[in-house]
């Protein structure tokens, strides 16, 4: 079996909002006609996550590395980290390292 031709048309970035996901997988056997095999019951999926590269790269570390982006750490938002990024540049222009 194959699941190269698997899409997912929505994706989980609603699990970042606090709703469950609701993915999950159905298989079935099938003879070589396509027909399904009335001796063999079919199998459903536990819920899983799909991620999208948005949701993938924002995940944080609960134990983050040293060399991990500040954007990684816990409570840093985009706002904060664009704080930090202008007070570097500021300490650079300033002559503090």
């Given at each position: 079996a194959t699941l190269s031709?698997?899409?997912?048309?929505?994706?989980?970035?609603?699990?970042?909002?606090?709703?469950?996901?609701?993915?999950r997988l159905l298989v079935w056997a099938v003879d070589a006609h396509g027909e399904a095999v009335p001796s063999v019951t079919y199998v459903v999926s536990e819920y899983f996550v799909v991620a999208t590269k948005?949701?993938?790269?924002?995940?944080?570390?609960?134990?983050?590395?040293?060399?991990?982006?500040?954007?990684?750490?816990?409570?840093?938002?985009k706002a904060t980290v664009e704080k930090l990024q202008d007070l570097r540049s500021a300490a650079v222009e300033e002559g503090f390292d």
């Open positions: 031709d698997l899409q997912a048309t929505t994706s989980s970035e609603a699990l970042l909002a606090g709703k469950a996901p609701t993915f948005r949701v993938k790269h924002a995940i944080k570390s609960d134990i983050p590395s040293v060399t991990d982006h500040v954007s990684k750490l816990l409570h840093i938002g």
